[in-house]
């Protein structure tokens, strides 16, 4: 009797995903590499179930590319890797990262932002020929992933408006003042040393 397979989905969150591609970066950049050595980057000993679920997980979220045995880091991940939370490309990214795999993109369209109990996801990848332990696993990356994008987009919407307010402040307007029966006017500066010259009219009058 035949194992009962599930359909793709990524193993892992894209958080977990995030932490795997780094490790590969920093020993190898973006130089193209066998799976293998990808795989022992990541702290795997060989190419088996687990560390080629992790790969094809990178792949699906658009942190590795390549073709047939070599593989490299995307410039997806490496703007991942080089922006710290709360930078907008990093941001835009994040997003991108986690609507790759076609499994998710489906759970949004079904489910517009996840508001939905684990139950109702879990009853409905069994629909779909996902076995028991599978759809746990999908609904485990899935909540990950939503949840960092999530914390990810609320950090840059804290980030932005400090920086709106920094350029409205040195765009600010001149004081106004208002003249009596007339238009209002921008406030000028006092003439300087008006009071030494009115000082010096009269020490000529004087003398």
């Known amino acids: 009797m035949s194992k009962a397979r599930s359909p793709q989905y990524p193993q892992i969150g894209l958080k977990e995903a995030i932490e795997k591609v780094d490790a590969i970066y920093r020993s190898d950049y973006q130089n193209p590499i066998p799976r293998v050595v990808a795989a022992q980057h990541m702290g795997y000993n060989s190419l088996n179930g687990k560390?080629?679920?992790?790969?094809?997980?990178?792949?699906?979220?658009?942190?590795?590319?390549?073709?047939?045995?070599?593989?490299?880091?995307?410039?997806?991940?490496?703007?991942?890797?080089?922006?710290?939370?709360?930078?907008?490309?990093?941001?835009?990214a994040m997003r991108e990262a986690a609507e790759g795999p076609e499994l998710f993109v489906e759970l949004d369209k079904r489910f517009p932002g996840g508001r939905v109990s684990d139950q109702a996801i879990r009853s409905y990848l069994l629909t779909q020929?996902?076995?028991p332990s599978a759809a746990d696993s999908v609904i485990r990356s899935y909540r990950e992933t939503k949840q960092l994008v999530e914390s990810e987009i609320a950090g840059y919407a804290t980030e932005e408006p400090q920086e709106t307010q920094q350029v409205m402040n040195s765009s600010a307007p001149s004081p106004i003042v208002r003249s009596q029966g007339g238009p209002t006017a921008p406030a000028r500066p006092a003439p300087p040393y008006i009071g030494s010259e009115i000082a010096n009219i009269r020490v000529a009058k004087d003398c």
Do not use: W
């Open 51 to 92: 560390s080629l679920g992790v790969l094809s997980a990178l792949v699906k979220y658009g942190l590795l590319e390549g073709r047939g045995d070599d593989t490299r880091v995307s410039d997806r991940a490496v703007v991942l890797i080089a922006h710290g939370p709360g930078a907008p490309d990093r941001a835009q």
């Open 129 to 131: 020929k996902f076995i």
